[in-house]
């Protein structure tokens, strides 16, 4: 009897032991929310602004549609079909404004960022001339999708971003944007940080089956020296590029370098690590390709703030360093053991983890859209202080730079 | 827009920074507004334009500008930013750019700074031989944990036959099976079948792979001319097959030459096997100069065939066997008279046995579930009826499985590569004792008969000898031009650092 009874609770502890290790759940500090689902807990009123805020500028230039800021076009086409979008603005909790500033595209496909704050403010006027909803809490309860390389503070050189600052009257409405790092001007509180587009169609073209060896130790493919606008080399990066290709280029297990293979995403799924350093600024669609393809990130970028943060938690699944240890980098990663990274792989082999980094085209649950409604609806209901006394006025729509004010 | 303030300092600062470029050209009234700004605490207005003035007349004497490495080390507010940079380039050159705006007192210490930025790298940017091993343990054991999650479940044994015999060329061939074989992460039983007996060499080659090895001697010797072998060889396989047999080893056979070169992709592929499977085999034989042709007249034939001729299974598109795709010999010009050693490579018989896998089970006396297609083995190979190819065991040859994607994958190379009649080795490979005296030969020994057959001498040889000679002087050219390149490339890189 006594043996059959030690049988049993051993093998009740295995089972147990069994389930513990399959579970690998991923909880951030939100806890297990990656696939709530938003549906039934907030209501989005979808503004109808004249075309030449949106469609227009598609159609002068469909590579907005495929390039990493397509975020903003793709956000707005799925919340026109979403069941969280209502059409009666009373019951609305959020308000989105279909602009999308990243459109204005050179000959090279690289954004302009000069003419995206006078679009805003004539929009911003637009709706708040239109509708009583902006002057209820001047934009308390409205978010804006500001993928660009500094979010709503609208250049791409850091300096002159953070000498402008974000857009004033953007001041008090929710930002949903790919730029985030700890202590910058550029990323204020309540922001939601969502990773960049990234072609979910493309990637999937690409995949290898899961038992092809990972035999690449190290991988990264990329710009490493900026030759056109930092010559010198000292500026880009912060000099973390540079020192990677000068500490490792002549390195066994390193395989980094700057041309651009046609078997970039198949390599990927062959490396154990996947390099995200930062470049002109902190993000990268690197991030998300290294995440569907299973590939640990090694993100060098200090204080950075990395997409969906209360609900993905990084530090599990990435290795940070900071960019003052890149010369120890090959020590860092080859004293890692054995079982954590093994654990990594596993949370990074997670279907609803590649699921909430990519924005797939129709909306699957759990996917990027979702976490952003998710985002959404975890900061609600508003604080009584969003909505605005009768005739009390917060924002001043003649601050920022003068060139700001002139018509669009 | 709170956020706006700490920035003025760093705004200016980092403007200057950017916008001088160079440092050597930013003048006297950036660092005064860079002192002032940086909230150095030192009393006085009058005292810091002073000192600057005595630091630049000191700057002119001594030929370079510390001013502001001075003020940095001595009067910078505690502790430095964390973005010091360090350099490895000894302290020759005009003094080091390590100016960053100092951060503002205001900002918490974890801000991150806009602006210039040296570039770290260490002293010794080169690789820790204990590193490598460490990385390699890690690739091995991730590659170990995908074999477990996607890998084969219940991997079955490999049965490698392999008939060889002592030569010039085997402890090459030898190792370079050993080797593919150790890699492999199914439990392998190798039976070698040596022709002419048992031999040491042979003995301590097998040793050295700490495989689990059944050495099985065959007391005749191999013949000489390729026909005659590929006869011989059947037979000595047969040996082995008879041993499995009698043992009822459990496992894939595997008919491994020991001139071979496998695929590991091929032990993975056959793990999915019933009970006998065929798979594409490239040959690698037909490129030899044999002694009719001249060498003119052999390249265009080459040309004309198909770049690498592969014999395996032929599938239609639902992926069922509907042939077999074999090896034409006609073409080459094969002479009956060809002997092994003559310096040509052999060519290969209809069906190789190497392009064929079977389940243990199949050669058993009674094994349950055996299918009613297979002949028995005793019944064939005795009687003087010999077995050419292993489709022999079979009465429905309709069958075999394709493996490898229905043949399209080729997972093996099959290759005949023996030394000269007149070559000489030493035992082992290894000269013990080591000789006093070195001589050079006077002559290269070609000079000697070989066995039964005469020699046809030709011009082709010392035609080839010269060739070789002047590719030599070519490859250690180029090897030159690489070495200047690099050295460019390293100025380059370097520039950023001194600056």
């Known amino acids: ?408 | 827009m709170k956020q706006s303030e700490p920035q003025h300092p760093n705004r200016r600062a980092s403007n200057a920074a950017a916008a001088a470029g160079a440092f050597r050209s930013s003048s006297a009234v950036e660092g005064v507004a860079a002192l002032d700004g940086a909230a150095l605490k030192y009393p006085g207005f009058l005292f810091s334009p002073a000192v600057h003035v005595l630091c630049c007349l000191l700057s002119a004497a001594a030929g370079f500008r510390f001013s502001r490495l001075i003020f940095l080390l001595f009067f910078s507010p505690s502790p430095p930013s964390s973005l010091l940079n360090h350099y490895n380039v000894p302290f020759l050159r005009q003094a080091p750019a390590a100016v960053l705006p100092p951060p503002s007192p205001i900002a918490p210490s974890s801000r991150v700074v806009v602006g210039r930025h040296g570039i770290r790298v260490r002293p010794w940017p080169h690789p820790d031989p204990a590193e490598l091993g460490r990385a390699n343990e890690i690739l091995a054991r991730v590659q170990q944990e995908q074999r477990l999650q996607y890998g084969v479940k219940d991997p079955r044994p490999v049965l490698v036959v392999t008939p060889t015999y002592a030569r010039t060329f085997q402890a090459l061939h030898l190792t370079g099976l050993a080797h593919s074989l150790m890699l492999v992460p199914y439990p392998i039983t190798w039976l070698v079948v040596e022709a002419g007996g048992p031999s040491n060499q042979t003995a301590a080659l097998l040793a050295r792979s700490r495989l689990h090895v059944i050495h099985l001697p065959f007391h005749e010797k191999m013949p000489v001319l390729w026909s005659d072998r590929h006869r011989f060889e059947a037979r000595m396989r047969l040996h082995a097959l008879r041993l499995i047999r009698e043992q009822r080893l459990e496992g894939l056979v595997l008919f491994a030459d020991d001139s071979n070169v496998h695929s590991t992709e091929l032990f993975d592929e056959i793990q999915i096997l019933e009970w006998m499977g065929a798979l594409s085999i490239g040959m690698l034989s037909h490129s030899a100069a044999t002694d009719t042709e001249p060498r003119r007249q052999q390249r265009e034939t080459d040309k004309e065939n198909s770049p690498l001729p592969i014999q395996g299974p032929a599938c239609n598109s639902s992926g069922h066997l509907i042939g077999w795709h074999t090896f034409n010999s006609l073409p080459l010009g094969h002479n009956d008279a060809t002997f092994v050693g003559d310096g040509a490579t052999g060519l290969p018989i209809k069906l190789e046995w190497a392009g064929f896998v079977l389940n243990s089970r199949l050669l058993w006396k009674d094994a349950e579930g055996k299918p009613d297609w297979v002949r028995d083995l005793d019944e064939v190979g005795i009687g003087g009826e010999e077995m050419e190819s292993p489709l022999d065991l079979l009465k429905d040859a309709s069958f075999v499985e394709p493996i490898g994607d229905c043949g399209k994958k080729v997972l093996l190379w099959w290759l005949r590569a023996e030394a000269r009649y007149d070559s000489k080795f030493p035992t082992g490979w290894v000269i013990d004792p080591s000789p006093e005296i070195v001589v050079p030969a006077k002559q290269t020994p070609l000079a000697q008969a070989p066995p039964d057959i005469p020699i046809k001498k030709t011009a082709s040889d010392e035609v080839h000898v010269e060739e070789r000679v002047s590719k030599k002087g070519r490859s250690s050219r180029s090897k030159r031009n690489s070495c200047n390149k690099k050295k460019h490339e390293q100025h380059a890189e370097a520039k950023c650092q001194t600056s």
Not at chain 1, 292 to 315: H, K, R, S, Y
Request: glycine letters at 4%; proline letters at 9%.
């Open chain 1, 1 to 408: 009897m006594e043996k059959w009874i030690r049988l049993r609770v051993c093998a009740i502890f295995i089972h147990c032991l069994l389930l513990l290790e399959a579970k690998l759940k991923i909880e951030g500090t939100a806890g297990d929310v990656l696939e709530d689902d938003p549906v039934g807990r907030l209501k989005v009123f979808v503004y109808v602004l004249p075309s030449k805020y949106n469609e227009d500028m598609i159609k002068k230039d469909p590579r907005c549609l495929s390039h990493m800021f397509a975020a903003e076009v793709f956000m707005h086409r799925f919340l026109l079909t979403s069941p969280v979008r209502t059409l009666d603005p009373e019951k609305a909790d959020w308000f989105y404004v279909p602009i999308y500033p990243t459109c204005d595209l050179t000959k090279e496909g690289l954004p302009l960022p000069f003419r995206s704050p006078k679009m805003m403010r004539s929009a911003i006027q637009e709706i708040a001339s239109n509708w009583p909803y902006w002057n209820r809490t001047e934009g308390a309860d409205h978010f804006f999708v500001v993928p660009h390389d500094f979010g709503a503070c609208f250049h791409y050189q850091e300096e002159i971003a953070i000498e402008r600052g974000i857009l004033p009257l953007l001041q008090r409405a929710t930002l949903v944007q790919t730029f985030g790092q700890k202590n910058h001007v550029c990323l204020k509180d309540g922001s939601i940080v969502i990773p960049p587009y990234a072609s979910p169609q493309r990637m999937h073209a690409h995949l290898l089956p899961p038992d092809i060896p990972r035999s690449i130790f190290i991988y990264f493919r990329g710009l490493l020296h900026d030759g056109i606008n930092d010559p010198e080399g000292c500026q880009y990066a912060r000099g973390a590029r540079a020192s990677l290709w000068l500490n490792f280029k002549n390195n066994p297990i390193f395989d980094i370098s700057t041309e651009h293979p046609t078997t970039y995403y198949e390599d990927m799924q062959r490396a154990i690590f996947c390099l995200c350093p930062l470049g002109w600024a902190p993000w990268s669609p690197r991030l998300v390709e290294t995440v569907i393809f299973g590939c640990i990130p090694v993100i060098i970028a200090d204080n950075i703030v990395l997409p969906f943060a209360d609900a993905i938690p990084w530090e599990d699944i990435a290795v940070f360093v900071a960019e003052k240890d890149i010369p120890k980098l090959d020590t860092i990663l080859t004293t890692i053991p054995a079982e954590v990274i093994l654990r990594k792989q596993k949370l990074l082999a997670n279907p609803s983890m590649k699921q909430a980094m990519s924005f797939s085209q129709p909306s699957k649950p759990g996917d990027a859209f979702h976490q952003i409604l998710n985002g959404l609806a975890r900061k609600l209901p508003h604080d009584s202080s969003v909505y605005l006394k009768p005739g009390e006025k917060v924002l001043n729509w003649t601050a920022g730079p003068v060139t700001d004010l002139y018509p669009w």
